[in-house]
């Protein structure tokens, strides 16, 4: 632990140093620094060190003692600031764990920050509605968002309670102007942003926004057992695969296909959401199925071949709308949503707040839900469907 800065690097720290001899190091720069100091009861237990800075002279001081173990010269620097740290490699000897239990600055100069330097926000965006138990991302906008910017989410009511956001899930573009935020997981409320840079300065709270409480669930299939005696199976051609969490089915590059319809029947209207990835060539289709007459009613297709990338849709009876070309809709996880609603269906991606494409929607009397994959030569390549999880946020079940 000890005092850094930015653009000039370490200024001083002290090194708990636990090897075969435990030892407290002292560092400066300037060198040469002082010898270590013989230390086996710093290990083990909780200690106390104080850094304090003189000028161009540093003392340090162990468990509240008036009187130093080290003393060491220093360049003086304009700024600086607090660092904690920990590290381990092989040649140690064996694990190490580092508590740090609290940072008290009993005197100095707090340095004020550039304002030109200050992040500021003037916009936070979701891509998708929030909803409580649900991951979302969003676009943040402003000035100043640095390569090291933190970003925090802080309750409406009670501003001081904030949670920082991991650092993997923040990604500042190259000139500052915005952050994308991905995979927030925030609980059912108002919340704000804020941005913090890495010399500590805030920047103003984004305008409130609302994460919804999650709706209740009608049906729900997350495969964490065998689907075999839930969903009737039809296939030629296809392996399947099943484990927990995760079914897979896998077609080579010849004819070959597989259909899963629920035993769950549903009448009226329908909101229903399948999480699922398309990967290679072929289709992946989710929707709906009339089991009485054998035939499709409504469903999307993600589909790839060397020739077109992206979704189809389709609706019994109906007019189908446009293809979507969209290449980046493969080989990765993805959400289709399909709801019906007077007389319509809509087909949404990805949480979307607008649904991709609309047509017309006659319910019969009984459908089920429908989760399916083919392949055959003229794709291209083999194709892998993998389906994790079918919800039902509304609807009226068949009994």
């Not at 138990?133 to 309670?161: A, H, K, M, V, Y």
Request: one cysteine or more; hydrophobic letters at 35%.
């Amino acid at each position: 632990m000890g005092l850094y800065s930015e653009t000039s690097g370490w200024l001083t720290f002290a090194d708990l140093h636990a090897t075969a001899t435990p030892e407290l190091l002292f560092y400066s720069p300037l060198g040469p620094n002082p010898p270590a100091y013989s230390c086996t009861s710093c290990f083990g237990r909780s200690i106390g060190i104080r850094i304090t800075v003189v000028g161009s002279l540093v003392y340090f001081y162990l468990d509240g003692n008036a009187t130093p173990v080290a003393e060491i010269n220093v360049t003086p620097l304009s700024d600086y600031v607090l660092y904690m740290y920990a590290g381990d490699n092989q040649y140690y000897g064996g694990a190490n764990t580092t508590n740090f239990y609290s940072v008290v600055v009993h005197s100095g100069t707090m340095l004020e920050p550039d304002p030109s330097t200050v992040p500021t926000i003037a916009q936070f965006a979701p891509s998708s509605t929030p909803i409580s138990g649900r991951s979302f991302d969003g676009l943040l906008s402003g000035s100043q968002f640095g390569p090291n910017i933190q970003i925090w989410f802080c309750t409406e009511s009670n501003t001081s309670q904030c949670y920082r956001q991991p650092a993997a899930g923040v990604v500042p573009n190259a000139d500052g102007s915005s952050v994308q935020v991905n995979a927030v997981g925030l609980s059912a409320g108002n919340w704000k942003v804020k941005a913090r840079n890495n010399i500590g300065a805030w920047s103003n709270y984004s305008d409130s926004f609302s994460v919804l409480t999650a709706p209740p669930v009608l049906f729900s299939e997350d495969f964490s057992t065998d689907p075999s005696n839930r969903w009737i199976y039809t296939s030629g051609g296809a392996t399947i695969t099943f484990q927990p969490g995760e079914l897979t089915i896998f077609e080579p590059q010849t004819y070959a296909s597989a259909m899963y319809v629920s035993n769950q029947q549903f009448t009226s209207d329908i909101d229903v959401t399948f999480k699922l990835n398309h990967s290679g060539y072929g289709e992946t289709l989710a929707g709906l199925f009339v089991p009485s007459t054998n035939s499709w009613l409504a469903f999307a297709t993600i589909s790839a071949s060397s020739t077109f990338s992206g979704i189809s849709f389709y609706s019994a009876g109906f007019a189908n709308p446009p293809q979507y070309s969209c290449q980046s809709c493969s080989n990765r996880d993805i959400t289709v949503r399909v709801k019906t609603s007077n007389g319509q269906v809509m087909f949404y991606i990805d949480g979307d707040v607008n649904p991709i494409a609309t047509t017309g929607f006659n319910a019969p009397q009984g459908y089920a839900l429908l989760i399916y994959a083919d392949n055959n030569p003229y794709f291209g390549g083999a194709n892998t469907s993998i389906f994790y999880h079918v919800e039902v946020a509304s609807g009226t079940l068949l009994n």
